[in-house]
């Protein structure tokens, strides 16, 4: 009688796991903090901190909130939910109006602290320009910041930008990066009402814009009676009786 010999193989299983290829909240992302590119900003978020590069990049992961500093001076806090996240101070303060107080201000004094005075070029703040004043009393959207921050610059070379200046510049950079923000309107036109003039005589009316950056300045001038007196388009008045 012929047995046969039943031989078994252990058999090994394995647990196979799913890889999912989703996003990864988790990854460390790479964002820019521009008005020109802004190097020198301390940045803080609940798990990585730093100072932004030449190129104005820090780094954050999705869903955290980052708080950016300019020297003693806290920026409000930007939570970020997508990647390769661009900020600029209308992000910072929750607007698309460049005339915002906040953003205003923000572009001033960033572009001020720069250390070649150049924002063309991109905006460098040294740690040497930081320790050499103290902006913990600054407030970005108080009506007394520019007598606060006069104050605090007066030992210093630093020279306070011009809102006009600061907000051209970031006009510039924001239509460089294809971001469009709301217009800037003429909010009031003061002119020189008061005046004589003898048939003959000319007199180019003095008139003050508000804001001096607003978008579009265009002024149409016109007589209510051109028998008495005729203005031409460059507000040039004529006596004519």
């Not at 939570?79 to 109006?97: C, G, M």
């Not at 070649?116 to 703040?125: L, R, T």
């Not at 036109?189 to 001096?212: Q, W, Y």
Request: hydrophobic share 40%.
């Amino acid at each position: 009688m012929i047995k046969s010999k039943l031989k078994f193989l252990p058999i090994a299983l394995f647990s196979l796991g799913l890889i999912s290829c989703g996003n990864d909240d988790s990854a460390v992302q790479t964002g820019r903090f521009i008005d020109s590119s802004v190097s020198g900003l301390t940045y803080q978020t609940g798990s990585l901190s730093g100072i932004t590069n030449e190129l104005g990049e820090f780094t954050y992961r999705i869903g955290e909130t980052v708080i950016f500093s300019i020297g003693d001076v806290e920026l409000p806090p930007v939570t970020i939910t997508v990647e390769d996240q661009v900020v600029t101070p209308l992000t910072v303060f929750e607007t698309e109006e460049v005339t915002h107080t906040g953003v205003v201000n923000t572009l001033r004094l960033l572009q001020s602290l720069d250390d070649d005075n150049d924002p063309n070029n991109g905006i460098n703040i040294s740690q040497d320009v930081i320790e050499q004043i103290t902006l913990a009393d600054i407030d970005l959207e108080s009506e007394t910041f520019d007598q606060d921050v006069q104050g605090v610059l007066a030992d210093t070379q630093v020279v306070l930008v011009s809102e006009e200046q600061a907000v051209e510049h970031f006009k510039e950079t924001l239509l460089e990066e294809e971001i469009v923000p709301e217009p800037i309107l003429v909010e009031q036109v003061t002119i020189e009402a008061n005046f004589s003039l003898l048939t003959g005589e000319t007199k180019t009316v003095s008139l003050d814009i508000s804001p001096n950056f607003a978008d579009d300045k265009t002024i149409v001038w016109q007589s209510s009676d051109d028998q008495v007196a005729m203005v031409d388009a460059d507000g040039i008045v004529t006596a004519i009786s």
